[in-house]
């Protein structure tokens, strides 16, 4: 219903919204109000607000977060129409040693100390690099911010990539990539240090109605399937390997990712290590690379995402995806062939097992696919966080260092539950001796 | 005393005296004219620098490509002994076939709806409608493109291509197998696009033409749906080439909706159904890891490539028009 103009002046005459007419009066209050609501939400994190958290006591929080199951609360992007339970997260319950807070010098559980800060504003972190890390990221991250009000870390999961070109850039606080930068690596703020920090693997995920997990495949098989070679499911190869199995004949789609990635690094490092000369021999050539080498065959997507997307809906697709995510949209993963020679199937235990053979580990000897071991699953692979060694703002370098400290040593019990390995000992005094090189922007160590 | 003879006052000058030069001095001389003036030229002349300068740096970039590879980067792109690598003749291909299923499907569909909406539909159907196709617009391209992925994809998978496949006519442009992702699919996606711009400029159009020319045709004993047949959609075909013109600039520059239904295949398609890949997908797939020097320097080429298509479109397009004007002023 349309009220007229109280008045016949043309100001008066506004366009009215659904035919009721706003009074001038009420619509500075409104403003007001909202000025109110919106100023009072960004107040709401404040440095007190931190200082009154009373120092938990330690308990064995870590059997609760092993038995939550896979699919985690944990805000992934992922849009696929996951088939698989999504349970409701176990309820948080604070992590053992505590991150300590600015003012607070804790020295439990191998946490970095450091000269104590007073009064410090709250930390607002970015960092951008590795899709694959981000299930495992985000969960972490939101669990520190949980227990250290003041510090909030925002993750963008554009590709390995762009995180280490922003990090180079320093236009962010952290970059996180699948594959370190080629050592000495540094950036326009000076030497970059590469911290492990996770433990993941790729798994080959696959769409075949009426054929169960675990089909077995090696490395001449798979550069077959990704070279165009092998076309229908049952093809001879893949029936040699898999006596038993009814293989229909339905054709192979093989999805890549469209863009670059570490997951199709792995697989093209073990397919030049096990695929023979028809791999290396064809455009892929003798060295991985991040960008997939044969795009001519099958489909590209973009991101775990898109190919978990695609595999999901098309019979027939196999494609690789980080592990983490396959385990959430409930995929049927292939066994592969490891260097002892057993047939593996990604899970746990068997990207553990390929970690802990992992010897001499360093951002310049990184590669730990194919590896020995009889358990070992062949495509495992470490991620690495990109910090600057000088960080010139000597409080931030502090928050940072004890961040990554807390996520690879307490922040680990979040792995296990969203597909990803705890890291090895070994690995975890890698990142621990790495984080103690931070220093300030006279030369100092952050740490003692 | 003040003249009151109509002659002694005299007359208004409605035409300036002198030229341009005299016009711009008398409005530099007016209150504020000196700023106005420069504000204007500045404007211009910024605008100016920010285009040119686009154009210059991206050249200047992708000079390092054009000399590897000299006039053969626009069909095989880079090519080294090992990898051939950013293809462009495929590229080129894929962007021209997917921008054509845009236009086919969007712009009978869309002229069709500007003529219902601005003819045809009863006031209270209209404008809700038009407010509506406008939204389409309004979508950011992301989502549009994750929908085609998510929604549209399996709906082409599994009922549309083998549909197309099943028709015997169409048998040359629609066969192999239908995985989803495919130039139709992109070609569908990028038609959703550009509806919003062929509809509303189209309706602009078909309401401009001349009130005469419907009565003219009613009184000659034509239908509505013959008035709007003959008489309104032919008197605003200027309008609706502009509109599809300026639609199709819009589909030939579209990247990430298109890079996720497109398939992303690197080469050269064989039907409608096979996954392919466009410019726009090729840059945004490959600008992320693009090594420094050669690598990148040849996406940046690619920009250089998509650039120049889309300016030999819009020329086309505005020559074209602009001799459509001439011959329709130039008739009696």
Known sequence: MHRGPVSGRAQDRRHHLGGVRVPRGSTLIVSLVAV?????????????????????????????????????????????????????????????????????????????????????????????GANSIQPFFTRVFYYYSQADKAVSVNYSPAGSSVGVTDIQQNTVNFGDSEIPIPTPASGTGGNILQVPVDLGGVALSYNLPGVSGGLKLDGPTLAGIFLGTIKTWNDSAIAALNPGV???????????RADSSGP??????????????????????????????????GVGEQLNTGVAGFIQQTPGAIGYVEYAYSLQAGFTNAALKNSAGSYVKPSQTSIAAAGAASSGLSASNFNIVNGAGAGTYPLANFSWTLIYQKQSNTTLGVVLGKLFDWVTTTGQQQAAALGYSPLPANVAALAHSTLLTLENSAGKPLFS | ??????????????????????????????????????????????????????????????SQAFGHSGVSFLWSGTYNATKDIYPTGIFIVGTLITTAVAIIVAVP???????????LAPKWLSSPLSVLIDLIAAVPSIVVGLWGLLVLSPVFAHHVEPFFKAVPLLEWFFHGPAYGPSMVLAGTVLAVMILPTIVALSRSALTSVAREDREAA????????QVVRTAVVP???????????????????????????????????HSLLSPGATLGSAIINNFGEANPGLDRSSVVGLVVVLLGITVLVNVGGQLLLRSRLRTQRAAP
């Open chain 1, 264 to 297: 199709g690094y792995d697989l093209d490092q073990y397919l030049i290590d096990t695929g023979g000369s028809a791999w290396t021999g064809s455009a892929a050539g003798t060295t991985p690379s991040t960008k997939w080498p044969l795009p001519k065959v």
């Open chain 1, 36 to 128: 109110a609501v919106v100023a009072g939400a960004c107040g709401s994190s404040t440095p007190s607000a931190a200082k009154k958290k009373a120092t938990k006591t330690e308990t064995s929080t870590s059997t609760t977060a092993t038995t939550a199951p896979s699919t985690a609360g944990a805000a992934t992007s992922t849009t696929t129409a996951t088939t698989a339970t999504t349970a409701v997260p176990a309820a948080h319950t604070a992590p053992t040693s505590p991150p300590a807070s600015s003012t607070a010098c804790s020295t439990t559980g191998g946490a970095l100390s450091a000269t104590c800060d007073t009064q410090s504003p709250s930390f607002k972190l970015s960092g951008a």
């Open chain 2, 109 to 119: 569909i869309g002229v069709g709806t500007a003529a219902f909406l601005s003819e």
């Open chain 2, 235 to 269: 008197g605003a075909r200027t309008g609706i080439e502009a509109a599809v013109i300026l639609a199709m600039g819009r589909a030939l520059g579209e990247t990430i909706a298109v890079a996720m239904v497109i398939g992303n295949n690197y080469s050269l398609p």
């Open chain 2, 218 to 225: 009613r009184a000659l004993g034509a239908t509505r749906w």
């Open chain 1, 246 to 256: 009814n293989l229909p004949s339905t054709a192979i789609v093989p999805v890549h």
């Open chain 2, 1 to 62: 005393m003040s003249p009151t003879l109509l002659e002694e006052i005299p007359p208004p000058r409605l035409t300036p005296i002198g030229g341009v030069r005299e016009a711009l001095q008398r409005r530099w001389a007016r209150p504020g004219g000196r700023a106005y003036a420069v504000l204007r030229w500045s404007g211009a002349t910024i605008f100016a620098a920010i285009v040119l300068g686009l154009v210059v740096s991206l050249l200047a970039t992708a």
